[in-house]
């Protein structure tokens, strides 16, 4: 198991500099678990994507379908 942050779960899902590391920590180990806050910070920076157009409030929206099915909450 992973304990993740928001930078680790959004260098997966955002393509850049650090997407490879976050892809081998993932390959390593896919039981990602992470403090609730997680999505409000992860909602911060995929909303700060699609504000600059970086990509569309669809790919947003995918993004964080996808890593709440990836990503576990600790309570």
Partial sequence: M???DVNLIAYF???????AAAT????RDPSW????Q?????LNVLATYVRSGRF???????????????VSTAD
């Fill in 24 to 27: 081998a920590v993932y390959e």
């Fill in 38 to 42: 997680w999505r409000a910070e992860f």
């Fill in 56 to 70: 569309s409030i669809d790919s947003a929206i995918n993004k964080l379908a996808t890593a709440d099915k990836l």
């Fill in 13 to 19: 899902f955002i393509d850049g500099e650090h997407t």
């Fill in 2 to 4: 992973i304990i993740s």
């Fill in 33 to 36: 678990i992470a403090p609730a």
